[in-house]
Nanobody, 125 residues
Framework: QVQLVESGGGLVQAGGSLRLSCAASGRTFNEYIVGWFRQAPGKEREFVSTISKSGRTTYYSDYVKGRFTISRDNTGNTVYLQMNSLKPEDTAVYYC??????????????????WGQGTQVTVSS
C-alpha cells in the first residue's frame, strides 16, 4: 500500500507557473506508475499526465502537452508536475494517483488504486 499527499497548489495569474508535488510513503515507490488527474467543478475527472516507474517515459494529454512536465525522484519518493503557461481552463483540483499493476501510460482514472486528497489550482484571467 502507498499513501500519497499532494502540495503546491494555489492561485496564479494566467501565464504563470506552479509546481505540484506528490509525496509518497509506504511500499517501494519505484514499483508504481504515477499519474496526475484533475477535476473542475461540474466536470468529470480527466487525465493530465503519467510517468513510468523508472521515470524514463512520460505521457501527456493534448490539453497540457508542451506546457506541463512530469518528473519523479524515486530516491525522495516524490513526483512533480511543473505547470507553465497556465490558462484559466487549467483551474481544477489536481490529484496524483499510483498503481503497481498498470502499464505506463494508462490514462484511465478507474484503474489507479491509490489516490491523494487533491490540491486546488486556480488560474485567474
Amino acid at each position: 500500500q502507498v499513501q500519497l499527499v499532494e502540495s503546491g497548489g494555489g492561485l496564479v495569474q494566467a501565464g504563470g507557473s506552479l509546481r505540484l508535488s506528490c509525496a509518497a510513503s509506504g511500499r517501494t515507490f519505484n514499483e508504481y506508475i504515477v499519474g496526475w488527474f484533475r477535476q473542475a467543478p461540474g466536470k468529470e475527472r480527466e487525465f493530465v499526465s503519467t510517468i513510468s516507474k523508472s521515470g524514463r517515459t512520460t505521457y501527456y494529454s493534448d490539453y497540457v502537452k508542451g506546457r506541463f512536465t512530469i518528473s519523479r525522484d524515486n530516491t525522495g519518493n516524490t513526483v512533480y508536475l511543473q505547470m507553465n503557461s497556465l490558462k484559466p481552463e487549467d483551474t481544477a483540483v489536481y490529484y496524483c494517483a499510483a498503481d503497481g499493476s498498470q502499464p505506463a501510460g494508462n490514462r484511465k482514472s478507474e484503474d489507479y488504486d491509490y489516490w491523494g486528497q487533491g490540491t486546488q489550482v486556480t488560474v485567474s484571467s
